[in-house]
């Protein structure tokens, strides 16, 4: 394409006759017309970023250039050559109307409470997938499980439109939609518990061993530790040490030592220690 | 003329005969009447394990009556998919412990070649002398046995559903899971740097976790870049800690200007089954006076785990990882069963131990993780 351009531009520079005029400006996806001087016939190339089209015309007449021929947005080049040579002339087609919006949500989990931590991005393109460059304003919707939903309507810039979030207290997933005019783009994210938050054990003797377990493994906001979570018990006792990490089930976890007279066991789920009991012998 | 008849058919028989005798184990009688050392007796009696002849090493026992051959054979060949099963015996050597007219302690070092790499085991062998000739006594191999019982599991187990190859640009995915490395430190050991720590995984889902480092010079350029390979656990749920270890051989830390580390996770399906819990942890000496790290593990779900191995870091006084050394367990961890382990620590590094955390990989034929 750019040595036919070139040959083009050659061939323009030889003789200068009939010349075209396009519009300044035109928008995707919206035919128009080319307004010509000089007379007689002349092949007219439309070259575009995504094609070149050659046709036959009339100078002297408006050339209709049909809507689908310009969809990509962009710089264009329309060239008229007749018998004396050729002449042309560069044109912009623009991106249309917003009309379909692509939108990134980050992380697709989240702790609660963190601050800017949601990232969320929306790009404008217009019916064509051509970027909207001209500001728009591209409407965020922040809508979680409870509590009032956030409007943030937030500028593009050069076809980008972009907000900073913090996290809610309340676990569960939040709701964030991207709209542009008739465009809406939902997504979900997951807002999960955080550390635990007083971490605690308890130890009861069975006939055999202990059963330590902990309290209800909730955070410092009040949710619940999801199930899974591996809770890290240790017991030293005059045997030596004894290790489990067991998840939690049900929002508790629990293990069974066995305990050779004193001993001391204590808790940990990821950087969190909890409460450390003291057993005395007998058991 | 006449004599060559009865003397080529006199040959004829008095080879058959000793090929019978050959075939009728008389040989090996022979080998077993010639042990007439307790050296001879184990060395021979490694020699027909190290050669899977179960037969012949069952024979040589001084105390075969008082177990089955089949538990001998298990005793040492291992069962339930173990990394034993997937091993062979590449070495051994014999040393006397205790030797008296009649009896003798022996010692012997099984080299064990495995899919995992060596692994030693250390036993000692009573060895008695009955008539004229030396016979090991085994000890009796000791299998717990789990009642019939049914042990409900219903831990947590995740899967993953990912952002398909026909989505369009922008559809949402999952993220990969947020892990941190808590901890590092550069070790210099006689021949090479060791770069240990710990990694969590601050997530609510799990993760495959690999971490690499590199170590830079004083221009800032990379020397040498390694990754944690088996010196981690890899897959780690929510909030899991795993201690990791990354060497570097041939290298020393004053060649080091500084180390960049790097932690990739992924999303992983994973399950919470089975837990194992770490019991008798104890620092200690094996029979070759080295210290180890001793303790046994003890499957609390009720499916088998066929390979586990050890991962152990230690602290010194000020809670910092000072060293990491792993062990595999060549039995499979029954449920409820405990087997034990010992994984080895450097003399110089036992000194300075403060503490110690202890994790478990396992790996299970049917869930293949």
């Not at chain 2, 998919?81 to 006397?96: C, I, N, Q």
């Not at chain 2, 929510?238 to 051989?249: A, E, K, L, M």
């Not at chain 2, 080091?256 to 620092?283: C, E, F, G, H, N």
Request: aromatic letters at 6%.
């Amino acid at each position: 394409m750019l040595r036919l351009t070139a040959c083009l531009l050659l061939l323009m520079r030889l003789a200068a006759f009939g010349e075209v005029h396009p519009p300044a400006q035109v928008t995707a996806g919206k035919g128009f017309s080319i307004s010509t001087t000089g007379s007689g016939d002349a092949s007219f190339y439309l070259i575009s970023p995504g094609h070149v089209a050659k046709r036959e015309v009339k100078l002297g007449q408006d050339i209709p250039v049909d809507a689908s021929v310009v969809k990509k947005a962009g710089r264009y080049l329309a060239i008229a050559c007749g018998s004396g040579g050729c002449n042309s002339a560069a044109f912009y087609v623009m991106a249309a109307e917003p009309d379909k919006v692509s939108f990134f949500l980050h992380p697709s989990r989240v702790r609660v409470k963190s601050n800017d931590a949601i990232n969320a991005t929306a790009f404008v393109f217009d019916q064509f997938y051509n970027l909207v460059l001209t500001p728009v304003t591209v409407d965020f919707k922040v809508i979680p499980k409870t509590g009032p939903p956030i409007d943030r309507p937030i500028k593009s810039n050069l076809g980008v439109a972009w907000m900073r979030v913090a996290s809610t207290p309340k676990q569960g997933p939040v709701k964030v939609i991207a709209e542009v005019g008739k465009a809406s783009e939902p997504r979900v994210i997951q807002q999960v518990a955080s550390d635990a938050c007083n971490l605690r054990i308890k130890a009861t003797r069975t006939a055999k061993a202990v059963l330590i377990e902990t309290d209800p493994l909730r955070d410092c906001s009040g949710n619940a530790i999801p199930d899974g979570t591996i809770v890290s018990f240790t017991e030293i006792d005059g045997k030596g040490k004894t290790t489990v990490d067991v998840p939690i089930k049900k929002g508790i976890a629990r293990t069974q030592l066995p305990v050779n007279g004193r001993a001391k066991i204590s808790v940990a789920s990821g950087v969190v220690i909890g409460n450390e009991i003291s057993l005395g012998g007998g058991l | 003329m006449k004599a060559f008849l009865p003397l080529f058919i006199g040959l004829v028989t008095a080879g058959l005969v000793a090929m019978a005798w050959v075939e009728s184990g008389g040989l090996a009688l022979h080998e077993m009447r010639s042990a007439g050392t307790p050296q001879e007796a184990v060395e021979a009696l490694v020699t027909d394990i190290q050669s899977r002849n179960w037969d012949r090493a069952y024979a040589r026992l001084a105390n075969s009556n008082d177990f089955e051959k089949q538990a001998f054979i298990r005793d040492l060949a291992g069962s339930s998919g173990s990394l034993r099963t997937y091993s062979s015996l590449e070495s051994f050597k014999v040393w006397p412990v205790e030797a008296g007219a009649d009896d003798a302690t022996m010692r012997v070092r099984l080299n064990w070649s495995s899919a995992v790499g060596p692994l030693d085991d250390v036993r000692d062998l009573e060895v008695k002398k009955e008539g004229n000739v030396w016979k090991v006594v085994w000890p009796k191999p000791q299998f717990a046995k789990v009642p019939p019982q049914v042990i409900p599991v219903n831990y947590l187990r995740w899967d993953v559903i990912g952002r398909g190859p026909t989505d369009d640009w922008g559809v949402q995915n999952v993220d990969n899971p947020n892990v941190r490395i808590t901890s590092m430190n550069a070790v210099e050991r006689p021949d090479r740097v060791v770069i240990v720590g710990e990694v969590v995984n601050e997530d609510t889902v799990p993760a495959y976790v690999n971490v690499n480092a590199t170590l830079l010079n004083s221009d800032s350029k990379p020397m040498d870049q390694e990754g944690s390979f088996d010196m981690i656990s890899h897959t780690l749920l929510p909030r899991q800690v795993s201690p990791y270890r990354i060497d570097f051989p041939g290298f020393h830390l004053q060649q080091v200007k500084s180390v960049r580390m790097d932690v990739k996770a992924m999303l992983v399906p994973a399950s919470a089954d089975p837990v194992i819990a770490v019991t008798d942890q104890k620092m200690d000496k094996d029979p070759l006076g080295k210290n180890v790290l001793r303790g046994a593990l003890v499957n609390q779900s009720g499916q088998t785990v066929n390979i586990a191995q050890v991962l152990a870091d230690y602290y010194d006084a000020n809670g910092r990882v000072i060293w990491v050394s792993d062990g595999y367990v060549d039995q499979a961890l029954e449920p409820q069963v405990a087997v034990p382990f010992a994984v080895d620590v450097p003399d110089d590094v036992a000194s300075k131990i403060h503490n110690y955390h202890v994790l478990v990989n396992h790996y299970s034929i049917h869930e293949g993780s």
